[in-house]
């Protein structure tokens, strides 16, 4: 899955117009954040990605580029990452 493609099916979930996210936003400041988004986004990541995570491993994610990261999607690590260890 490419980034656009992923950040389009995040905005779907999310409820959110196609093209709102671009990977800098703060999930602890998306209003629709929430368990339904992310047990959507486990189910996405595992159908369209051929990867697995755990809920455990999305709460550690503090932005949209963080989930990008831990789906497999970007390799870039995001700046809130950067510093620190690998999300494994």
Request: glycine share 4%.
């Given at each position: ?23 800098d936003e703060k999930l602890d400041e998306l209003e629709t954040w929430d368990s339904i988004a992310l047990i959507n986004l486990i189910v996405l990541v595992e159908t369209q ?40």
């Amino acid at each position: 899955m490419t980034r656009e493609k992923f950040l389009l099916e995040m905005d779907e979930i999310l409820g959110l117009p196609a093209g709102t996210l671009h990977g800098d936003e703060k999930l602890d400041e998306l209003e629709t954040w929430d368990s339904i988004a992310l047990i959507n986004l486990i189910v996405l990541v595992e159908t369209q990605n051929d990867a697995s995570i755990t809920p455990d491993q999305v709460v550690t994610c503090s932005t949209v580029a963080d989930l990008l990261r831990l789906a497999g999607v970007d390799d870039t690590p995001p700046v809130s990452q950067a510093s620190s260890t690998p999300l494994a």
